[in-house]
């Protein structure tokens, strides 16, 4: 599913923005969906946002829904995630992943088992 390559994330106050970016190889970008994990200290990765192949369909973790925005950038060959009114818990490294599953039912793209190709990581740290 191809090489993903994270950039971007770094540090931030409580309610500030951060955005984080993924790109990946154009067959990669435009045949499978594109997801973003995070792993807090301590913790096990978990799902924060998912974009379908098409861009028409998007998906979002309860913690993240209405704070963060998952997009494409078809000129960059990019996936995007913008985080607004960050909060210090949403402190981790963040992940980019590639899913070749379809699911009707976005919130199977939760699971870490759905994806084949991760990034190397990109650390968001939110102070208070």
């Known amino acids: 599913q191809g090489q993903l390559d994270e950039s971007g994330g770094g540090s931030a106050q409580a309610g500030g923005s951060l955005s984080v970016s993924c790109t990946t190889s154009?067959?990669?970008?435009?045949?499978?969906?594109l997801g973003w994990f995070r792993q807090r200290p301590g913790k096990g990765r978990e799902f924060v946002a998912v974009?379908?192949?098409?861009?028409?369909?998007?998906h979002y973790a309860d913690s993240v829904k209405g704070r963060f925005s998952i997009s494409k950038d078809t000129s960059k060959n990019a996936v995007i995630l913008l985080m607004n009114n960050l909060k210090p818990d949403d402190t981790a490294i963040y992940f980019c992943?590639?899913?070749?599953?379809?699911?009707?039912?976005?919130?199977?793209?939760?699971?870490?088992?759905?994806?084949?190709?991760w990034g190397q990581g990109t650390q968001v740290t939110v102070s208070s």
């Open positions: 992943a590639a899913s070749g599953s379809v699911f009707d039912d976005l919130s199977h793209y939760s699971r870490t088992s759905e994806y084949g190709a």
């Open positions: 154009g067959r990669a970008f435009h045949r499978y969906s």
């Open positions: 974009i379908t192949a098409s861009g028409g369909r998007t």
